[in-house]
């Protein structure tokens, strides 16, 4: 099985906001209704030098899964970033 990946990706950087989003969209050649969706969009806020906060989304889906699996994975972060 061979699939097609196409990575659409953006980065905005906007006073101390920086967001990231990327996606993977990967249809399989020759059956394009069975494909993946991988996605993530994150942002960090710069709180000081030293201090950022960060929040990710990041979502998986799958077009076809066997009986009693349901398509999305989805989970969120949360996390303060340090730097020493």
């Known amino acids: 099985?061979?699939?097609?990946?196409?990575?659409?990706?953006?980065?905005?950087?906007v006073g101390n906001l920086r967001v990231y989003g990327l996606v993977f969209y990967q249809p399989r050649i020759g059956k394009f209704e069975d494909y993946l969706?991988?996605?993530?969009?994150?942002?960090n806020l710069?709180?000081?030098?030293?201090?950022?906060?960060?929040?990710e989304i990041a979502d998986k889906y799958t077009s076809i899964?066997?009986?009693?699996?349901?398509?999305?994975?989805?989970?969120?972060?949360?996390?303060l970033n340090l730097s020493f």
């Open 1 to 13: 099985m061979y699939r097609l990946s196409i990575r659409p990706k953006v980065r905005i950087s």
């Open 37 to 43: 969706i991988d996605a993530t969009l994150s942002a």
């Open 46 to 55: 710069i709180l000081s030098s030293r201090i950022s906060l960060r929040v």
């Open 65 to 79: 899964v066997p009986e009693g699996v349901k398509n999305n994975d989805v989970k969120t972060l949360l996390g």
